[in-house]
């Protein structure tokens, strides 16, 4: 996906005065840095101090450490799943090449390179996954827990490979700042868990090489940091990285001063991406899990450092904590809302280790648990290793937690209404994202996403793809793309490009009432412009039905009413009425769908031109899921009334 003028253009106008400054400056320097790059100065005398503390690798369960041996023995295999595409190559990787398309990136000074162009790269989400190195920490984990010597001797291998090929400021590796970031956090981890293996000191501190990298990527972050409309998740990737570099590899003249900036950014920036109540900014919930993960690292490097960090810092990440434990539904899955892109921030732990469950344990272990959190089951490896080194969190009675829990959080506009057999339903009403590019926010004003028992019924179709794919990047973030209404064919959202939104729908909530037999919940949004479209959701316990009653009020416009199905749900639509079919632990459950009789409702699923019907578990992976689609106008005093009706 290249790029023209006109989108350019509009991405300059959601630039502010300042932010346009410094993107100059950027400009210039990297113009500068083309011809006359900087040089790592000499290091001499330099160890590494930040080490696990005694009895931190014991404390690791059986059974997560066999999940991660299996993992890394897959790995030492020369085999990983990355986005969808299996790889076999991991003995001897390609660090350029994207698997998917078999297209390389081109090499040359690193802002040459047309890395939005698929054409030119070929996915560059594939390529960079890759290099973020969090393959090579499951890897040094197992040697943490083994002390077998061929996962440590594998690892040192490919840094020394991915050194090699990738020097300072050459190509796909050295133009986006969360990539450096997270790659240093990932470098840390590796040398920590390492420390017991004799070559450790001559990959890292002994290795000239290692420490020209080393000192590069952090010169890198420090003069190249998001700005402005793009200081999203990516500047708290961008900080954690280069605080924890600058914590455990603290050999170099400025690294004093780089840990400061960095602690300073961080700080500012969890503040600016989180509102009050806990929920991320940017409204991605998968993106609260990978800032939650970052901010809890950089903790635990500052800790190991013996580095003061700010209370607000400890306070932001016990607020997400404390948000993520209320949002969560009976099987610990948050919701599907925004973008997600299956991004981590330290990964130490096998296949089958559940993320959100180790989030929680780790938020138990620094933060301690609310009587009302969801119990956490399963064990990981991260959480005995990354609390280990984690300042427990003084628990005082100073700072206020919710003593129940938390269904609507006012400043997101995310309420959450629970019923009996663990029906959990997601209303949203909140802003349309972040900052004025809103960059990983749906078109998904006043949608709603049921579960029961943990099963998506009414399904978020979640995200696929960011770059290369430009229709299927549109029907994923589009409103059409979720459970809510079309008018006129549009998007309540104008977006003008794949990360920019020119124009956001404003949304504000009615009615949030989650108590008594009855939950109940309302908000509107002014999307369309002419038009406002407003919604009121009802959860009645006694009867186990949820009521959807959707109005438009203004002139005459055609109605597109949409509701994804999850791919575990069959349908049998007829007429206005869906039958609804699917199993949970090998018991039969269903549900019955009445749909508005004003609309014609069709069945659709797996169709490709335009795309409709489809569910996308994770990044790159996509299947055939059934869409209802009600199709018809509205004359702005009718409303269109829809009942789900759980029948066990």
């Not at 793009?230 to 990737?237: D, E, G, L, R």
């Not at 409702?601 to 299947?623: D, M, Q």
Request: proline share 6%.
């Amino acid at each position: 996906m290249t790029m023209g003028t006109g989108w350019y253009l509009r991405r300059l106008s959601r630039m502010g005065p300042q932010e346009i400054g410094g993107r100059v400056g950027d400009a210039v320097r990297r113009r500068r840095w083309r011809s006359a790059p900087p040089d790592c100065p000499p290091v001499t005398g330099a160890r590494f101090t930040a080490v696990l503390p005694a009895g931190a690798v014991a404390a690791v369960p059986p059974d997560a450490g066999k999940r991660l041996v299996a993992e890394a023995d897959r790995l030492l295999d020369g085999h990983a799943e990355f986005f969808g595409v299996d790889r076999d190559d991991l003995v001897a990787p390609d660090w350029w090449r994207d698997p998917k398309t078999g297209r390389r990136a081109p090499s040359g000074y690193a802002f040459d390179v047309p890395y939005r162009s698929e054409d030119a790269v070929g996915d560059v989400k594939q390529i960079w996954e890759l290099s973020r190195h969090q393959y090579l920490t499951v890897l040094a984990a197992a040697y943490a827990v083994t002390g077998d010597e061929r996962y440590a001797e594998r690892v040192a291998e490919h840094l020394r490979s991915w050194w090699a090929a990738n020097p300072p400021l050459r190509g796909v590796h050295w133009i986006s700042g969360i990539e450096l970031g997270i790659r240093l956090l990932s470098w840390v981890w590796v040398r920590r868990l390492l420390d017991g293996w004799p070559g450790a000191a001559g990959l890292f501190e002994d290795n000239p090489v290692a420490l020209n990298q080393i000192w590069h990527h952090q010169r890198w972050l420090a003069a190249f940091p998001s700005r402005g409309s793009s200081a999203n998740n990516h500047v708290i990737a961008e900080a954690a990285g280069q605080f924890a570099a600058a914590c455990a590899f603290g050999w170099f003249p400025s690294s004093a001063r780089w840990r400061s900036a960095a602690l300073r950014s961080l700080e500012r920036h969890l503040r600016g991406n989180t509102f009050v109540s806990g929920l991320n900014r940017e409204l991605a919930t998968e993106y609260h899990g990978l800032v939650l993960e970052l901010g809890l690292a950089a903790v635990a490097e500052a800790d190991a450092a013996a580095v003061p960090v700010p209370a607000s810092v400890r306070l932001v990440l016990l607020r997400m904590t404390d948000a993520l434990a209320a949002v969560v539904d009976n099987r610990l899955r948050p919701p599907r809302q925004g973008d997600a892109d299956d991004g981590h921030g330290l990964v130490l732990d096998g296949a089958g280790t559940d993320r959100w469950g180790s989030l929680l344990a780790t938020g138990e272990a620094v933060f301690g648990r609310l009587a009302w959190w969801p119990a956490v089951t399963g064990t990981d490896v991260r959480t005995p290793l990354l609390t280990s080194l984690v300042r427990p969190y003084a628990r005082n009675g100073t700072v206020a937690r919710p003593a129940d829990r938390p269904s609507h959080f006012a400043d997101a506009g995310l309420t959450v209404l629970r019923g009996p057999e663990e029906i959990w339903c997601r209303c949203d009403g909140g802003p349309h994202g972040f900052l004025s590019i809103a960059a990983h926010a749906h078109a998904d004003a006043l949608s709603v996403e049921v579960r029961h028992d943990g099963v998506d019924v009414l399904a978020d179709p979640g995200t696929f793809c960011y770059h290369g794919q430009p229709e299927w990047r549109q029907y994923f973030r589009s409103t059409l793309g979720h459970n809510t209404l079309q008018l006129d064919g549009g998007d309540q959202s104008v977006s003008g490009g794949p990360f920019l939104w020119t124009r956001h729908a404003r949304t504000r909530v009615l009615v949030a009432d989650t108590s008594g037999g009855v939950a109940r919940w309302s908000a509107e949004h002014d999307g369309y412009q002419q038009s406002v479209h407003r919604r009121r959701v009802e959860l009645t316990a006694a009867t186990r039905e949820l009521r959807i009653v959707d109005e438009v009020r203004g002139p005459r416009g055609a109605v597109r009413l949409a509701f994804h199905l999850g791919p575990a749900v069959t349908a049998d639509l007829t007429g206005h009425r869906a039958a609804l079919t699917w199993t949970r632990g090998g018991e039969d459950r269903s549900a019955v769908l009445d749909l508005p009789g004003q609309l014609s409702w069709s069945a659709h699923r797996g169709e490709t031109e335009p795309p409709l019907g489809w569910y996308s578990a994770g990044f790159g992976r996509k299947e055939p899921a059934t869409t209802l689609v009600g199709t018809g106008f509205t004359d702005g005093t009718q409303g269109f009334t829809t009942v789900l009706g759980f029948r066990g």
